[in-house]
C-alpha cells in the first residue's frame, strides 16, 4: 500500500460500540488519523467513496440488505477485518439463530412480523472472505492497535490460539472457580488480557473458542459447578451460538 | 399549512450520517401541502427479548448492555434495578454511590461525544470532527482530553466504559481504590474544571449556528426530592405532574408505525420529548452554580422549547456531572471505602422495574422471573423510541416555516434537527417491548 491506506469504516447488525472503541482511542486517535486517511464513517461524517485499502466492519449479517451491502463492500476493499465478536462469530445475536426463526419474530414484533424482513444472525465470513479479526465484545483494543499497526507497516497480524486461561494464569489471578463461580477460560480465545477475570468477573466467551475446544470437558465442568446442563449450554452459546451449531446434545 | 403555494420539495436522506444507528429522512410537499415529514428507522431488527428469556439473572445485564455500545452503561444500571427489584436484592449505600458515579462517567462521555464530535461540524459547515483536527487542534485535543477523562471513570470503576464488567446484581465485583478515586477527583478539577468552561467560551462563539424554532411540547423526565434526577425517581410530566415509575407503561404508551422499526410513543399528546432539555426543563432548579453559569452563558432558559437547544442542555449537564462527581468521590472516601460481596442470594421471583435517566431520557426496564431465576418476560422502554414522534411532529412545523430556503438549507435544518435529539437508533429498534406469554 503506497501512501496512506484508505481507511473505510462500517457497521451493520450490532451495538456499534466496537465503533466508539475506536472513538474511544483519545490518547491515539491523533496518531492513528495520522497514518491513515479515513475515506468512509457513517457514524462520524458525511460522504461515500468507491474504494478503499481497509474496510473495518462491525455487527452481524442478519437481513438480506446486509448481504448485498457487505458484497458491495467487498468488491470495493483490498482488506476486510471483522471487529468483534458480531461481525466474526454472530456474538450474542447469535443466540436467536438457536430458536425457530419464525416464533422468534412472532415473540417481538406480533402480527406486524412481516413487515421487517430477517435472517438469522450471520458472521461476515459466512458471506464473504474475511482477512482478519479483531475479537471481543465490545473489541479488544489492544488487539485492534497491533492489528492495525501491522496492517499500516504492511505486516501480517497474527492472531492468537490459547486459552483466555494461559493469559489468566500470567496475571497471577485467582481462578475464577475458586471464588464459587463459573468461566468460560478454558475454551475461550487469548487476546484480552484476562480483562474480565482481572475486574472479578468470569469470562464470558466473548473473544469466541479457542480452535480446538473440548467442549464436552467444559460442558462437565460446568455441571460440576453446580450448572444444569441445559443452564452450561445457554451460558456457552451467549456469544458461541453460531459455532457451537450441531455440537449441542 | 405553507405560505409557498405551489411548492414541490422532496427530500430523501438515506442513512444519515453522524447519528448512531440507521435511519432515513423523508420529507414529501406537493403544491405547498405537506404530504410526508418523518425519520424512518431501518436499522435490523435483532430480537433481544427471544434472546433473553430462559436466561438466568446473572446474564441479563450482560445481554442488555449489548443492546447499545454508547448506552451500555445505562442500560446495564437500569436492568440491574429491575433485577434487584424483582428478585429482592438489597444493595448498599456504597453500591448506589458507585453507579451514580458511573453514570455521570456516562453522560459527560455522550454529551461531550455528541456535542463537539457529532453536531458541532453542523455548526462549523464541515462534513466530521476530521477537518476540526487541522483547522481547530486546541479544540479537538480538549474534546479527546474530556472525553477521555469521563470514560476513565468507566474503566476505573466498571473496568471498562463500553460494556462494563463489574456491576453485578447486588452490587460490584471490584471496588476501586481509594487511590484510584483520589486520582479521578485530581483529574475533574484541575483538568475537567477548567475545559468545560472554555467548552462553554467555544459553545458561545457558535450559538449563532443553533437555528430558531420553537414547538411547545409535552416533556418527561425523573424527578425526585434529592437532586438533578438520574439514577432513580418518579417520572415527571411538564402536562401533568409526578407518578411513581410503577406507572411507566402509561408515560410511554408505544405503537407500531409502518415508517419504523423502532415503535412510536405518545402520552398526553400526539408527542413528546425526552432526554437533556426534558431534564433542564423539569429538574433545572436542583442544578448548581457551575451548570447554571454554562446555562446562562449559552442562553438556555427554563421552558425551552426549541428542541435544537437540547445539544446545549447537554453541555450544561457535563458541567453538572463532572462537580457532582468530586461531590460522590468526597462522600465515599470519607464514608470509607467498603470491600463488599455482591448480595446475590434472592428473596423472591417476581416482577421489577428500573427506570433511569440516560444520556438521551427516561430508559425502562421490567423483568420477571422464575423460581430457578430464570428470565419468564421482559420489556424495555427506550429513549429514542419515546422521541421519534416528535421528531416527526418537529419537522411538520419546521418545513413550512423554511420552505423558502434552498433545498440543501432545508437538508441541513432537518439533519440538524435529528441530531440535536442525539438518536440512538440502534437502541430504539433493538428491544421494542413485548412480553412472551407461554
Known sequence: MADKPRVAIFDFTGCEGCELNQLNFEDQLLDILAHVDIVEWREAMDGQVEEYDIAFVEGSLSTPDCINRINEIRRKTKVLVALGACAVQGGVNGMKNTRPIDEVRQEVYGDDKYLFPTLPALALSSVVKVDYNVRGCPMTQIEFLKVFTALVMGKEPIEPDHSVCVDCKLKENECVYEKGMICLGPVTRAGCDAHCPSFGQYCTGCRGLVSDPNIKGMEEILVEHGLSVDEAWKRLELYNANELEGVRP | MSTATGTNLNIKVKHLTRVEGHGNIVVNMKEGVLEKAQLEIVEAPRYFEAMLKGRSFHEAAIITSRICGICSLGHQITSLKATEQALGLEISEQTVQLRKLLIHGATMQSNLLHAYFLAAPDFLKVGSVFPLVETHPEVVVRALRMKRLANDIGDVVSGRAVHPITPVPGGFTRIPTAGELKELKRRLAEDMYPDLLATVETLKALAGAIPQFERETEYISLRNDDDYAMYDGDICSTDTGRVPDSEYLKMSNEFVVPHSTSKHAKVNRSSFMVGALARWNN????????????????????GCCNPYMNTIAQVVEAAHCAIDSIAIIDKLLEDGLKDEQPNQEPTQYGTGIGATEVPRGILYHEYSYDRAGR????????????????????????????IDKSKEEITLHLEMLVRAYDPCISCSVHMLDVDFIE
Open chain 2, 375 to 402: 428470565v419468564t418476560a421482559a420489556n424495555c422502554i427506550i429513549p429514542t423510541g419515546q422521541n421519534l414522534a416528535n421528531i416527526d411532529d418537529d419537522m411538520k412545523k419546521l418545513v413550512p416555516e423554511i
Open chain 2, 283 to 302: 429538574n433545572h432548579d436542583r442544578l448548581g452554580e457551575l451548570a447554571h453559569t454554562a446555562a446562562d452563558a449559552l442562553g438556555l432558559k427554563p
